[in-house]
Every structure is written in structure tokens, then in C-alpha cells.
């Protein structure tokens, strides 16, 4: 099932996407209310409402080569970071290139999207709290990374975080491919059953310090070929199962 939040005679609206056609949902996670709405007169919005958004850094190890962080041991635990509502793109939009950074990279990723409040997890039932998948663009001032204290504007600088097009509900994040395409060019190819820790083991391990609430969303970390992006440049996140993620930098 694929769901959709869409902007609806002014208002953000969740809905269940039936081939070209949206029936309206009470919310994430709710009731069809009976009403429907062609896609192609809607605006798709990102299909989250997060009070955060919990990423994964360096959890693909020729990610953390091509960066030159490759000094020994595997990570025993994941890298986490965060990015604010505030960095949130819709899918399909126009992220303007910050003048302040001369190193704007794309990190594309699988994301996923919390359906119920998850605290203390276990890897057993870590899954039965997402309510779906889609793919998600973390952008990065790659300069700014190594003089933020905590990558704040590296990082969560508004809409540093395109997300869409969709959420896809029955999904298994375990062996999957991910890219990126720059103008048509692919740029990265991973899949997701090369990461360090999976989907599972990245719940576990943040719900032990932090409860996730329905809406937040959880970056799982980018495979390597990451990149600058220049201003008039279209990025494509492709998620194998999902669909693809289109941004356009202004």
C-alpha cells in the first residue's frame, strides 16, 4: 500500500494512493473517510509529520573509506545525528544551493517513517513500529561538517532533507537497492543489506535512549559515491520497491 500526504484545499492530508487516484485518510495510520482526489490535482507534501528526524552516519563501510574515516574497527554502534522538521523538502521540489557552503553534497538513503510510539524496542518487534518506507536525501554543506560542533548547519540547514514521494507499507528494508542519479548520471549504487547495522538494529539502539513518535522519520545511512551538486542540477533517489525521489537545486 502506498500512502501519500498531499496539500488539499489548503490544508496537509494523509491518503491512501489507489493507482491516479487518493482516497483521503483521517491521518497516518487512520480511516478512509470515503472522499478521493485525482493525484494529478493535488501537490504531494513530504509523507511525514516528525518532531524529528533521527539519521545514521557512516553505516556503509565504503562510505566510510571514501571519506577517509576508514582507521579501523567497524563501528560498534551506529553514529547518530539529528535534523529538525524544519529541513524537510517535498518531493519534486526546488532546494536552493546555499551561498554560505562551497562543498553542497547529495547523500541519498532509505527512510523510514515511525507509525507507533517506539521505546525500548527489541529486534523482534522493531519493524511492526514503521508505518512505511520512502526515500530520502540527506544534503550535507560538506565544508561546514568539519567546523560545525554538531553539524548543525552541516547538516539540518532548512530543507536539507527532501523526502518522498510516498510511504510504501508492506516493504522489506533488509536487501535492497539504493542510488543516486545527478542529471541522469548514477552516481551511487548500494544496497541495503550492506549496511552496518539494519533497519532493525538502528531502532534498537536509538529507542533505548530516545522514544520515537508516530511521524518521526530515521535515516539509515548513505552508500558511498557522494558528491557536489551545483546550482540548476536535478538529484534522483531511487529505492528499489519504493519509487524515486525527485529534487531540483535551485
Known amino acids: 500500500m502506498r500512502i501519500v500526504r498531499i496539500q488539499h484545499e489548503g490544508a496537509a492530508r494523509w491518503g491512501q494512493l489507489d493507482d491516479q487516484t487518493v482516497h483521503l485518510l483521517t491521518g497516518l495510520g487512520g480511516q478512509t473517510t470515503g472522499e478521493t482526489v485525482p493525484l494529478d490535482a493535488t501537490a504531494l507534501l513530504a509523507p511525514a509529520e ?4 533521527v539519521c545514521v552516519g557512516r553505516n556503509y563501510l565504503d562510505h566510510i573509506r571514501e571519506l577517509g574515516n576508514d ?4 563501528p560498534k554502534e551506529p553514529g547518530i545525528f539529528l535534523k529538525g522538521p524544519n529541513t524537510l523538502a517535498e518531493p519534486g521540489g526546488t532546494v536552493d544551493r546555499p551561498d ?3 562543498n553542497f553534497h547529495f547523500e541519498g538513503e532509505l527512510a523510514l517513517v515511525i507509525g507507533t510510539r517506539a521505546r525500548h524496542v527489541t529486534p523482534d518487534t522493531a519493524l511492526a513500529h514503521v508505518a512505511g518506507y520512502t526515500c530520502g536525501l540527506d544534503l550535507t554543506a560538506r565544508d561546514r561538517q568539519k567546523t560545525d560542533l554538531q553539524w548543525f548547519r552541516a547538516k539540518a540547514a532548512d530543507r536539507f532533507c527532501p523526502l518522498g514521494p510516498w510511504l510504501e507499507t508492506e516493504f522489506d528494508p533488509a536487501d535492497v537497492r539504493v542510488m543516486t542519479r545527478v542529471n541522469g548520471d548514477t552516481k551511487q549504487d548500494g544496497r541495503t543489506a550492506h549496511m ?10 536509538v529507542t533505548r535512549f530516545v522514544t520515537l513518535e508516530p511521524g518521526d522519520v530515521v535515516l539509515t545511512g548513505t552508500p558511498e559515491g557522494v558528491g557536489p551538486l551545483q546550482s540548476g542540477d536535478t538529484v534522483e533517489v531511487e529505492v528499489e520497491g519504493i519509487g524515486v525521489l525527485s529534487t531540483r537545486i535551485g
Request: aromatic share 14%.
Open 50 to 53: 516528525p518532531s524529528k528526524i
Open 196 to 205: 552496518i547495522f539494519d533497519v532493525p538494529a538502528i531502532l534498537v539502539y
Open 71 to 74: 582507521t579501523g574497527d567497524l
Open 100 to 102: 554560505w557552503t562551497e
